[in-house]
């Protein structure tokens, strides 16, 4: 079973960047298909970006796409999300997700169920 532990949420002015960590336990990490999500007050939680960390293939959220940038590192079973330009919009907690079983490909990660969870990191976006 994958345990997720988010880091790296913090505040910070409209155009500045934050580069969000999470670190992962577990024996299906290097093929497995992770996400990070997220939830502001009053919205619904919605998934920005995907990877398969088996080929480190990456899917986006059009909302995200060109300013967010998901990556992983197997050999320490962390996945980031790299955050440039953030907007307003951005301000939310932001949750790590995995799924549990074995994956094969990218193209399967946005339809999974993600049975992971961490706890959750705050970003919030002044102007």
């Known amino acids: 079973q994958i345990q997720l532990v988010e880091s790296g949420g913090d505040s910070v002015q409209a155009g500045g960047s934050l580069r969000l960590s999470c670190a992962a336990s577990g024996d299906t990490f290097s093929r497995s298909c992770m996400a990070w999500f997220r939830q502001a007050p009053g919205k619904e939680r919605e998934a920005v970006a995907y990877?398969?960390?088996?080929?480190?293939?990456?899917h986006y959220a059009d909302s995200v796409k060109g300013r967010f940038t998901i990556s992983r590192d197997n050999a320490e079973n962390m996945v980031f999300l790299q955050m440039n330009s953030l907007e307003r919009d951005d301000a939310a907690v932001y949750y790590c997700a995995a799924t549990s079983t074995i994956e094969y490909s990218i193209s399967w990660c946005p339809s999974r169920p993600y049975d992971v969870w961490g706890q959750g990191t705050q970003v919030i976006v002044s102007s």
């Open positions: 990877i398969y960390t088996g080929a480190g293939t990456t």
